[in-house]
């Protein structure tokens, strides 16, 4: 099955797996980075934004975000940009992606988001 969203769908339900699962992350030997530069200039774009927006608008602005794998000598570092949100939302499996849709999610359904748009797949948990 395929399952089809728009890009602005794809960038909800990434936003909403950032709100929810960002800090789960780190359970997995992972530390989140970003450019504190550019951080900074997207952020002067928004008024009173929190984290996850500015994380947002730093895809938009065609930076990058990157979890760092620092137990398995970097076998898990990854970077995305918003041309991976667009292609790998879509793919998480289905289950979770439908909990998404239908506002049923926690965070386990945005670890599982997260991890399909850095990783392709499920890895860990």
């Known amino acids: ?8 769908e794809s960038e909800e339900y990434f936003h909403n797996a950032l709100c929810n699962g960002l800090s789960e992350m780190g359970g997995y ?35 990058k975000i990157t979890f760092i794998d620092e137990e398995c000598d970097g076998e898990y570092t990854s970077s995305i940009g918003m041309k991976e949100i667009h292609e790998r939302v879509a793919k998480t499996p289905i289950q979770h992606l439908t909990n998404m849709i239908n506002e049923n999610d926690d965070a386990v359904t945005a670890d599982v988001i997260l991890q399909s748009v850095f990783f392709g797949d ?3 948990g």
Do not use: A, W
Not at 1 to 8: A, F, V
Not at 35 to 57: G, I
């Open 29 to 63: 030997g992972l530390t989140f980075d970003y450019v504190s530069s550019e951080y900074k200039k997207s952020r002067e774009k928004l008024t009173n934004p929190c984290f996850e927006d500015v994380l947002m608008q730093m895809l938009r602005d065609g930076y």
């Open 1 to 8: 099955m395929e399952i089809k969203l728009t890009k602005k």
């Open 122 to 124: 499920v890895i860990f």
